[in-house]
């Protein structure tokens, strides 16, 4: 039984460490891309503004291509084990894919110890709904929403898009989610445990556990992970895709290779030419109508038919 609390604990330090290197680049860093369209940014959005309302957390930046109408959008979740991280970290996700037609929405929300699992999926969904409620105001189609996120974002994006409670709480349903494309994510806490992320008991580890949810009406499913990542995080990944596949959702798992943890995010940042930013580019093109110009780096990918050992 491989022990994930050590690992994670290595994970956020990395995370941390890298997450400064990306700050230290600051937002003006222009990613390479070739898009043909100009970004318009509107930051700080209140989300969430009930009494209860984190003035900080419960906040949202949107990326979209100027002048562009009845695009389709790419909904981001961060990463940082739960504990840190925040949206203007990643503001170069919605530079690379509004440049190239796609609206972005990159939400922050209440990080552990502040809350407790599932403080951070209820603020995914208050993001998601909102994003639903209002982005066709700003020009995007309310009914391709595709979500993504990395690491622990990665985590939330797939129990967004597994456990539908959560949706139902805003009155919506997994039917609102046009794809979700999760990378290097957890999918069980079958063998961790972390009070401080989870809480307490078996109730509360399945609960968190996008695995354990899965009913045959989830949505497209594209998940990602890095040929040098997180231990566990390949074999997750293909038992995430098996579990869907055997429910008839439809569902790819895709090694990206020479990549770790921290670079299968980085790399996405910084270049639409990056492999992973190419898959996603893909995946939403192929399920929205969305018109690409494919500018691939000679850096291979390997498919749900070539597994990798996880633990």
Sequence with gaps: MFDFKPALTVLVLIWAFDSNF????????????????????FKNISYFDDKDADPKKHKLDLYLPKGHKNYPVLFFIHGGGWTSGD?????????VFAKNGVGVVVISYRLSPQVQHPGHIEDVARAFAWTHKNIEKYGGRADQIFISGQSA????????????????????TLKNIKGAMPMSGIYTFEFWRNERVVGKGKEAMESASPIKHISGKEPPFIILYAEKDFP?????????????????????CIEIKDRNHVSIMFKLMMSETDPTTQALLEFISKHSGLKLSPKKESVSLENENSRVAGF
Excluded: I
Excluded at 162 to 167: I, K, M, Q, S
């Design 153 to 172: 974002g990665g985590h939330l994006t797939a129990l967004l898009a597994t456990n539908e409670e959560f949706l139902k709480a805003q009155n919506l």
């Design 87 to 95: 949206r203007w970290q990643y503001g170069m996700v919605g530079q």
């Design 232 to 252: 566990g995080c390949g074999k997750m990944s293909h038992d995430l895709c098996d579990a869907l596949k055997n429910k008839k959702v439809e569902a790819e």
């Design 22 to 41: 990306v700050l230290a680049q600051a937002e003006d860093t222009k990613p390479k891309t070739g898009g043909s369209f100009e970004v318009e940014a």
